[in-house]
């Protein structure tokens, strides 16, 4: 891979990143004003902090199985490691934020398990070529 290959990945691992602060902080709006009005900051706050990791499950899942689909099929070699490189790399980034943060790790172990593995599972599939797979 080249060095610009390289680059294309870790940029994208970051506008995951952002992509899904924008979907947590979205899904925050909503429920702020519609959903549970008129609570105290500290509620809101403490259920941004509780639904975050879903959104970076869920969405983030998605977001990189489509990322790793269109890098593949962008990036000249089209090695198979891209999507798993991708999910690496946004990996690295989450526990460098998640350090900086000061979260306790053992506290939130499962999620962060469940949260990694769906990113690597996410980033093998988004590679795969589901025609040949299934011989269509």
Known sequence: ?????????????????????????????????????NKGEQFYQEHAREIAPYVAIIIGFMLIFFVAKWLFRKIENNGKWIG???????????????????????????????????????GYLGVLDFKKLFGK
Do not use: R
């Open 1 to 37: 891979m080249k060095n610009s290959d390289w680059i294309k990945i870790l940029v994208w691992a970051v506008i995951i990143h952002i992509l899904l602060i924008a979907v947590t902080i979205a899904e925050v709006f909503v429920f702020s004003g519609y959903i549970q009005p």
């Open 84 to 122: 798993v490189l991708l999910a690496i790399a946004y990996i690295i980034i989450d526990m460098i934020i998640l350090q900086i943060s000061s979260v306790n790790w053992s506290e939130h172990y499962p999620i962060f398990l469940v949260s990694f593995l769906t990113k690597l599972i996410a």
